[in-house]
């Protein structure tokens, strides 16, 4: 089956398009990026990933030359045409194709593009837990942009499977320090304690993740109370739950940490009630067809 | 003129390049590269640079699939042909392309290109002046690793290139707080302080730059103290004389940082006779034709 990919403006077979060696996202890392998760059928959440694909872009001074809603109508027909059931659209940005320089150069078109990739149907809450393994954060300091500059993560990722674990958690002042948590290589942290959600704030450090923020809006709803406050590594290894979230994972609870079992190895119950939670809004928004 | 490019093996059109979307150098910034320098139609340093290469490719865990030497003759031959007189040969390899996936993924052909680019022939010592602007330190913590991760660098010099200077100067522990010099965007740092040359550790912060190693040598062999060590941006801005270096800048003097004039404005002694030692190995290994 051609898989296809829309790319500035046209949709053309995967294996027709090219990138340009030196498009700067190619040589520079210049370039940001979304995920977004289609359920039976339709974009969960597609303006908030929209509007975090402009500020991202700001971030790194990258004028999008498209309007927001003419990307949007785009990925719908894509998903619509492409007959995408359940699955994800990975979006990337790109400076475009200018000669080497790294001072940004001016009255360069952006790379735009985006592609489909099938993905299980949702999974029952509390179906699937995860390993983490600490390591040490080494990005840089401007994680809110969701930038393609993403070696770090490769690296941890890579670290995480390589030590039998499914995801690496990032330690800012190292591990050994029992550093402060800030989020894993491509999800946001969460912990219970005391009946309280606790999670890094966003910023220099963290990503405003998509399922993040609907998160702290259902936890709100069902009054649990919210911290967006930093933890340190020995404090978060001793919460009540602990879990991740993210746009393809939507929430996985926490079962082992750095070989250690977290939580009796088994999803909390506010992790379970705020991963119904999500999936009632996910209906709501993409109802089953 | 047509434009070459040699890509895995063949050397082919630039026009006619391809970059596959899914190049995890494209998506994840999973790649390293080079910039060498050709004068008279020889390559200077090649050893050196390839030597850096493999080792940047090990701090990645990226496995290149050709030999050294083999990469050498291929980029002599490259020039040969290609007529290059002066110029620079540009070198990148990604990890290849591979579905996306953090994770660095099994028996992937690694993605190796090289193309070059004229330049002008060497200008004399002391001819060239650069003004330094200074910059928080946001990159992230493995600089000795010569990877394409470089957005950090691409906002760091447009910000210098916006402030009306050439380049960037990275402070650790911020440029308020006069923190710690480590070196610019795409060149190392340099202070003359009491007859000593005093620059900042390779490592974490900085890239173990070949013309670096160069002038240290050089320096030595001048009866030149060095000292490898920290600076405060204090401590950097009451230096006798300030330059940096790279592979295309050789020597550039600094003139003036942050709107300041430095030493007089004037490429100081030490510079200059740093700068002609350099020429002279250059033109011992890259004799005119």
């Known amino acids: ?60 001074r990258l004028n999008l030359t498209i309007a927001a809603d003419e990307l949007a109508a785009a990925i719908r027909k894509f998903i619509e045409l492409g007959g995408v059931r359940e699955g994800m659209i990975y979006l990337q940005a790109t400076r475009g194709v200018a000669p080497r320089n790294h001072a940004i150069p001016e009255g360069v078109q952006p790379t735009l593009l985006f592609y489909s990739r099938p993905l299980e149907p949702m999974a029952a809450p509390g179906q699937v837990g995860v390993s983490l393994i600490s390591v040490e954060d080494e990005r840089w300091k401007r994680c809110w942009v969701k930038s393609i500059a993403l070696l770090p993560n490769v690296l941890a990722k890579t670290a995480a499977i390589e030590a039998g674990a499914d995801e690496a958690v990032f330690v800012d002042g190292g591990v050994m320090q029992s550093g402060v948590i800030t989020e894993c ?16 704030p966003v910023g220099a450090r963290v990503l405003p ?38 746009t393809v994972r939507e929430i996985n609870f926490v079962h082992a940490w750095d070989g250690v079992r977290i939580a009796d190895g088994r999803p909390g119950p506010v992790t379970l009630s705020l991963h119904r939670a999500l999936h009632g809004r996910i209906r709501e928004e993409c109802p089953m067809g």
Chains 1, 2 share one sequence.
């Open 1 to 60: 089956m051609t898989q296809w990919i829309w790319m500035n403006g046209q949709t053309i077979p995967m294996d027709q398009a090219r990138i340009g060696v030196e498009d700067r996202g190619f040589q520079f890392a210049d370039g940001v990026y979304e995920v977004i998760r289609v359920y039976e059928g339709q974009p969960f959440a597609l303006n908030a990933h929209l509007a975090r694909l402009w500020n991202s872009a700001a971030g790194i």
């Open 185 to 200: 290589c491509a999800s946001n942290f969460f912990a219970v304690m005391n009946g309280a959600l606790v999670t890094h």
């Open 209 to 246: 993740g998509i399922t993040r923020a609907l998160l702290l809006d259902l936890a709100r709803g069902q009054n649990i109370p919210v911290q967006e406050r930093p933890l340190t590594l020995a404090q978060a290894k001793g919460a009540d739950e602990v879990f991740i979230s993210s």
